[in-house]
């Protein structure tokens, strides 16, 4: 049987890296053994769904290279959903209610002072028709509810071992509104079945979910519906840095932000696909290389920590791994082609693609010297070797060493000030050929140059 997973996005916002870290794990655990991964815009909420949020799902996925095998829209689907609806109804499992919200927490805090859980008393399933039909008649809509079982739901989890629910605990689930809105519930096992998704693969918040999923998969492949139900994996959620939970700090934590403070695609994605797992938290050579070494065994059950410090470390691991040839393009667009020589030597102090703007301007000039002592910025003109090859630097600064006493500290940063104009920068045994003769004479003079 071929693995196919599915990654079901809301498009009513920009994907996050919480998102982004469950397709990922969805993509890896697939990629990894041949499998397929589905891209399902979960879009039954027509009122909060919207196109735009559902390309930048699409540009984001496409951008960290999560490239998907299908694509389907909810919202296309209806009348499946309808059907199982139907289906569901026909077997007793699927039932109408007419409570309002009111009626609803004025019995749950009934339950609450008795000491009783705060469960729905499912008043619904003995209404008489004609007591439905009096609701009706007052222009009341009904809801529909799913009646669990009441029972241990257990599974085996790919990422927590055993795994058990007592639907006896739960309030019987929703899953029609009485505006005809199908919840997520009942599409998202609907969609699984007939897509023949051999696992769901989410975040730790839908464990009770899935005790009532497992559920209503039952129930309609009872009713002789086609399909299998589906493994399931939940994932520890995120933390920050601090240990606390992400998720109400997820909507500033957009994949498109990132992208546009900088931030390489496989950093991200070489993140997210590690935390939480006992691999290295290294940047991976590739997407693919991330899957191949992906494995729900890795994962720990402890929460996965982002942190942005990691984030950076990534991110400049990617870059000083990016060839010229790769590296060219995206010079060409920033105006800062200045050839191989120039790319190999500042790379390696790199954090962010774009900082090679003001490296570029430390070759280009004009820069403003800085020179604290004119003296030594005279002796380090006259010493200036007459052509500046790979070993020009260190020919220069030994005999400027030679001459002025200086060293270390005291010597190099000098050349540094009056070179770039800054006191961190690029390797100046590299960056001074490239510079050339004619600008380190006018800087080490004070011009600008
Ligand atoms: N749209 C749902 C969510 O984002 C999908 C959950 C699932 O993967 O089943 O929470």
Redo the contacts with the bound molecule.
């Keep these: 049987m071929t693995v196919k997973v599915r990654f ?3 498009p009513t916002g920009r994907l996050h890296v919480g998102n982004v870290r469950t397709a990922l794990v969805n993509w890896m655990f697939a990629k990894g053994q041949g499998g397929q991964f589905v891209l399902r815009i ?1 879009d039954t909420d027509l009122a909060r769904s919207t196109r735009e949020f559902e390309q930048g799902i699409e540009d984001d996925l496409t951008w960290l290279g999560l490239v998907w095998d299908e694509r389907h829209n909810q919202s296309k689907r209806f009348d499946r959903y309808d059907a199982a609806a139907e289906a569901l109804k026909a077997t007793g499992r699927l039932y109408a209610c007419y409570d309002t919200s009111e009626e609803l927490d004025r019995r749950r805090k009934v339950q609450l002072s008795r000491g009783l859980p705060p469960i729905y008393d499912r008043a619904g399933l003995s209404l008489t028709d004609q007591q439905k039909a009096a609701f009706e008649a007052e222009g009341r809509k009904p809801h529909w509810r799913f009646k669990l079982d009441g029972r241990r739901v257990a599974w085996e989890d790919l990422s927590r071992g055993h795994a058990e629910v007592d639907t006896a605990s739960m309030s019987d689930p929703v899953l029609i509104r009485e505006d005809g809105l199908f919840l ?1 519930t009942l599409p ?1 096992v609907v969609d699984d079945l007939d897509m023949a998704i051999t696992y ?1 693969i ?1 975040g730790e918040d ?1 464990v009770t979910n899935t005790g009532a999923q497992i559920e209503i998969f039952e129930a309609l492949i009872a009713t002789g519906w086609a399909g299998v139900l589906p493994g399931f994996a939940h994932m520890p959620l995120l933390v920050g840095a601090d240990g606390q939970a992400l998720s109400k700090r997820l909507g500033s934590l957009s994949i498109a932000d990132m992208r546009d403070q900088g931030y390489e695609a496989i950093a991200i994605t070489s993140h997210l696909g590690r935390i939480g797992t006992s691999d290295p938290l290294e940047f991976a050579t590739s997407i693919e290389a991330l899957g191949q070494g992906f494995a729900f065994s890795k994962m720990g059950r402890s929460p996965a920590r982002y942190d942005t410090a990691d984030l950076d470390r990534l991110n400049a691991q990617a870059l000083h791994a990016l060839s010229y040839a790769e590296a060219q393009p995206r010079l060409q667009t920033l105006g800062c082609d200045l050839g191989e020589a120039f790319w190999n030597a500042v790379k390696p102090n790199l954090g962010k693609f774009a900082e090679v703007e003001q490296m570029a301007a430390i070759v280009r000039g004009p820069v403003a010297p800085v020179i604290e002592d004119v003296a030594f910025a005279e002796a380090a003109l006259r010493l200036l070797p007459e052509t500046l090859d790979d070993q020009a630097w260190s020919v220069w600064t030994q005999a400027v060493k030679a001459e002025t006493g200086a060293k270390g500290k005291a010597l190099f940063m000098p050349l540094r000030l009056a070179l770039t104009g800054q006191a961190h920068g690029p390797d100046m045994a590299a960056i001074t050929p490239l510079i050339g003769r004619e600008a380190i004479q006018k800087r080490l003079r004070g011009e600008a140059g």
């Design positions: 079901a996005p809301s979960d997520y998202s769901v989410r839908h």
